[in-house]
């Protein structure tokens, strides 16, 4: 049972333009949910965070956006820049340590 | 700050040995750390938590006596998969939190290939 979902398996996008990667999820007890990006072989590195008492955090050229009612949030990065092309993670957690991952969305941003 | 390092970041190993994954918080004591895998185009999946001089808490589906847990120090913690078979090649990643309201820092993998 996958609790969060991550249904666009890639996305391109040319430099300079939006990238907006989507996640859902299906526990409502989840009340804070996080964004991570990831190389080939590497660990994920913490992007931006969201607390479900709020429905935006930005954060530079990224913005979490979250709407509680669809249990849908959305990760915005403007402008695109290349070096953003990697697998970008969406996780959620609710009362205990645990993150719950989805399956991710690799970006590519071309020139 | 915040670095978590992993040794080795890639083994290959015969099928039936052992072999023990190393996770270190370099620069900040590590009262949790999280153990995950990640099979390819998957996501990652918790395995455990282990807390500093406790026992670790596995997943279900888990086997606790084939992924062995060792948090023995607030800086390092230690998985060991024992009798390793190709089904259990993966990347495995740790985290590490110092802070209980903080955030996971995650190391870089350890790619392992069973043969």
């Known amino acids: 049972d996958q609790q969060v979902k991550q249904n666009s398996p890639s996305l391109s996008v040319q430099e300079g333009r939006i990238s907006i990667l989507n996640c859902d999820y299906t526990?409502?007890?989840?009340?804070?949910f996080l964004w991570y990006k990831k190389y080939p072989a590497e660990g994920p590195t913490f992007l931006i965070s969201i607390s479900s008492i709020k429905d935006k955090n930005e954060d530079g050229r990224f913005t979490v956006f979250l709407n509680k009612s669809a249990k849908h949030l959305s990760l915005h990065i403007v402008p695109s820049q290349p070096g953003d092309s990697a697998v970008y993670f969406c996780?959620?957690?609710?009362?205990?340590?645990?993150?719950?991952f989805g399956t991710g969305t690799r970006l590519q941003v071309f020139p | 700050g915040a670095v978590v390092s992993q040794h080795p970041s890639r083994v290959i190993c015969k099928s039936g040995t052992s072999v023990k994954i190393e996770c270190r918080s370099l620069d900040f004591q590590a009262t949790t750390m999280f153990w995950y895998r990640q099979f390819p185009k998957q996501s990652l999946m918790l395995m455990a938590t282990s807390n500093e001089g406790s026992k670790a808490t596995y997943e279900q589906g888990v086997e606790k006596d084939k992924f062995l847990i060792n948090h023995a120090s607030l800086t390092l913690s230690t998985l060991t998969v024992t009798s390793a078979h190709p089904e259990d090649s993966s990347f495995y990643i740790c985290?590490?939190?110092?802070?209980?309201?903080?955030?996971?820092?995650f190391g870089p993998g350890t790619r392992l290939t069973v043969t």
């Open positions: 996780a959620a957690s609710g009362n205990t340590d645990k993150l719950i």
């Open positions: 526990n409502s007890m989840f009340d804070y």
């Open positions: 985290s590490a939190r110092g802070d209980p309201l903080g955030e996971q820092y």
